[in-house]
């Protein structure tokens, strides 16, 4: 159980750290090889292996939302009996956003972390507004191969 508690602990404070755009502190709860995966169609959509590219993709998100508040509404540790350092944990969150032209927005989803030696090792992140999503940011291009 004092496992379970250190996680979430330590889940709020990168929580608290997202909402304060503080990247380097985000950066430093994961795994120097971690995979940051954010399934959607737009440019923010990939995989994202390694801290330089999930820098990358934090400097892209707050080039243009200048203000982020994240609500917690539920976290979850699967293995709450766990004196271990992994873990998965699921939360449920809300999140309020104001661009660089002052325009608010509301998400909510739900992120997945998978946790190894007390260090985010995987994380996916669903947005349950896709549509508002794509009202936000334009899509990837495509690149044809051939």
Do not use: C
Request: glycine residues 8%; proline residues 1%; charged residues 25%.
């Amino acid at each position: 159980m004092i496992g379970a508690l250190a996680v979430r602990r330590e889940v709020r404070k990168v929580f608290g750290a997202m909402t304060r755009q503080d990247v380097d502190a985000i950066l430093a709860a994961g795994s120097d090889d971690a995979v940051f995966e954010f399934p959607t169609d737009t440019i923010l959509g990939g995989v994202f292996v390694g801290k330089d590219a999930i820098r990358s993709w934090y400097e892209t998100k707050h080039a243009r939302m200048v203000e982020t508040t994240f609500t917690i509404r539920h976290l979850s540790v699967e293995n709450v009996a766990s004196m271990g350092t992994s873990n998965v944990v699921l939360v449920e969150w809300g999140l309020d956003e104001t661009d660089a032209d002052g325009n608010d927005y509301r998400l909510s989803g739900v992120t997945s972390l998978e946790i190894e030696g007390r260090k985010a090792r995987r994380i996916k992140t669903y947005v349950y507004e896709q549509d508002l999503l794509n009202e936000i940011w334009p899509a990837r291009q495509s690149v044809e191969v051939g």
